[in-house]
C-alpha cells in the first residue's frame, strides 16, 4: 500500500514537471520592446555590406556583415504545471568579421523594469554589456578572466568584491582623421591590466546609426572608419 | 522465468543486428611521405623571422613554425587515407592577418601546396591540376631586389573576391624566399624586406 502511495506521488510529481514549460495560454503575457532610441545603437547595415577600417600607419582592413537578426526570446514561469507567466523579449544580433579574421559583435536585448536595455558589444574577445538605464557595465568576458555583476531589484551590485572598474561614457561627438561622429559610445578597458598583450583591444567606439568607429590596441595603434 | 527473458533479449538484440547494415571492408590508403622536392616548396624554417614592408612604410615581422606529421583523414566510413603534411605558419607581430603554407601528399605521386594570406588562398601551380591563373617571371624585381623563378598566383575566390572586402588579389612567390609580395584587393600590398 505505501509503495502504491508512492507511486502515486512519484506519478504526479513527474504529471506536473511535465506540464510546466512552454504552455499556450499563460495566466499572464509580457513583452518587452526595445526603445527606439537604444535601436540606433544598431549598425544600419545588410548582411554583405562592407566598411573599411583604417590603422594609423595607412593599412586598411575590412569589415563585412555576417548576420543580422531581431527576434522576440521566449521565456516562462510556471507552478504546479500551470503556466504563469510568459514573457518575450526583443533582441537583435549583428555580428562582422574583417578580412584579418577579427571579430565584432553587436547585440541588444530589452530587459524588464527597473532594469534597462542593454547593448552587448564584443571584439576580438573583448565583450561588456552595458545597461543603459543604470549606465553600467554589468557584465565584461575577456581571455584574461570575467567579471559579472549580481542583478537585484535596485539594481546591480558587485559580489566577492569584483568590481568591473572599465567605463563606458556617451560622447556628444567624435573627431576623427576621416569624420566626425554624433552621439558615440566609448568603452575603456581597464581590468585585467596585468595580462594584456600588444593585441588587446582597449577602446571601442561605436556611433549611433553607423557602427563601429574607431578601436585602440594596448600597443596604442587605433583603427579608424574609413569613409566608402 | 529469468531464461525466458533472456531469450527475449537475445532476440531484441538479433533484431536490432539484422537491422544494421553489412560491416564494410576497413582499407586504409597510405599516400606516404613527402618528397625533399615537396618540402622545398616552402623555404620557411622554424623560429626565424621573415618581415615585409606595407606600401604605406610599416614593417611587419611574421615569426615562423613549421610542422610535419602524418595525417589521418576519412575518404568515407570505411576508407582512410594517411598522408604527410608540412605546415609553416607565420604569425605575424603586428595586428594583420597570418599567412601558412601547407604542403600535403594528394595521393601516392603528386603533392599540393596551398597558400594562405590576406584572407584568401592560392594553389602552388606546378604542385596541382587547378589553377586559378598565374603568371611565370623568370627574374622579377620587388623591392629593391631581383628574384628568380617567380610565380604570381592568381586567388582562389571562384567568383572573385566579395565586392568591397579587402582581401589578399594575388601573390608572389618562389621557393627559395617563399611569399616575396602580397597584393591586396585595394592595390596597398606587402613586399619582403632585406
Known sequence: MRSAIKLLYFSMGFFLLSCGGEGEHPLKEEHYYLEEVHKEWLAPDSIGEVFIMKDINGISSSFRMTGNNETFGKSWSTFLGINTRTSYTEECFQSFKSGFGMVLGISMRANSPPHGDHITISLEQVDFSYDFDFETIYSLYTPFGNKNLLMTDKGYEAHDDLEIMSTVEILDSLLTAYGTYQEVLHFTLKD??????DFTVIEIYLAKEVGLV??????GISSERFPK | MRSGY???LLGLIALILTGCPPLCEYKLIEYGTLSDEAINCSPYLD???????????????FLASRTREMQTD?????TEVRSESDLSILTPDYPIFSCNVGIRKSDTTQYSC?????????????TIQIDFGHTYFDSIQIGQNWYREVYKIGNNWRDGIP???ILADSIYYNTSHGILKILMSNREFYEISN
Not at chain 2, 618581415?51 to 614593417?59: A, L, N, P
Not at chain 2, 576519412?74 to 570505411?78: A, I, L, N, R, T
Request: aromatic fraction near 26%; charge should be negative.
Open chain 2, 114 to 126: 596551398l597558400i594562405w594570406a590576406g584572407g584568401s588562398s592560392f594553389w602552388l601551380p606546378f
Open chain 2, 47 to 61: 623560429g626565424q623571422s621573415y618581415s615585409f614592408i606595407h606600401s604605406e612604410g610599416q614593417e611587419v615581422s
Open chain 2, 6 to 8: 533472456t531469450y527475449l
Open chain 2, 163 to 165: 565586392e568591397g572586402q
Open chain 2, 74 to 78: 576519412y575518404y568515407d566510413e570505411c
Open chain 1, 192 to 197: 585585467f591590466n596585468n595580462y594584456w598583450i
Open chain 1, 214 to 219: 574607431k578601436y585602440v590596441l594596448a600597443s
